[in-house]
């Protein structure tokens, strides 16, 4: 299985502090993405990081990608309350004209005010 | 900003029912996506759809389910006999025009089936 698996799989911090959750993959990717879900609800894309890439940025988000430990990193810095949300690697190894994406089980992460 | 949508956003059906969800991906886009979400439990990939016909479907996609395009606008997921199994969240994504941009997620339909 090429899943990704994040770590931790709950991260509970204080407000203004920043989050870092990993994904740890087991074959080779054409990109990763992350997203998050608020409780019950849809998912929204936050990075996307292609294979070739080894850093990318948007806003408070900071992603890495290491292709040779299989693993990808996602840091929200000063976090807020309404980052309250699960955190979802997702790995992309197209074998087929349509991608398809496979996620890990997620890191719920709790932002206390 | 374009967005996938979906409706309804919840179905409640018997089972053996057949039900029918709904999905209208982000205009320009040509690759589009079902995945599911049992409660508790991750995002499953379901089928991938390109150039009218079937990409890709995993081994959750068995006879019962069907996808379809009917017209230019609407890409559906039918059930045929739903079972209490198949209670979750279903997901419909679109990307495009390239196969390997982001997947762009609907809000989601609810199926419940009791």
Known sequence: ?113 | EPEVTQTPSHQVTQMGQEVILRCVPISNHLYFYWYRQILGQKVEFLVSFYNNEISEKSEIFDDQFSVERPDGSNFTLKIRSTKLEDSAMYFCASSGPLSSDTQYFGPGTRLTVL
């Open chain 1, 1 to 113: 299985s090429q899943q990704g698996e994040e770590d931790p799989q709950a991260l509970s911090i204080q407000e203004g502090e920043n989050a870092t959750m990993n994904c740890s993959y087991k074959t080779s990717i054409n990109n990763l993405q992350w997203y998050r879900q608020n409780s019950g609800r849809g998912l929204v894309h936050l990075i996307l990081i292609r294979s070739n890439e080894r850093e990318k940025h948007s806003g408070r988000l900071r992603v890495t990608l290491d292709t040779s430990k299989k693993s990808s990193s996602l840091l929200i810095t000063a976090s807020r309350a309404a980052d309250t949300a699960s955190y979802f690697c997702a790995t992309d190894a197209r074998r087929s004209s349509a991608s398809k994406i496979i996620f890990g089980s997620g890191t719920r992460l709790s932002i206390r005010p």
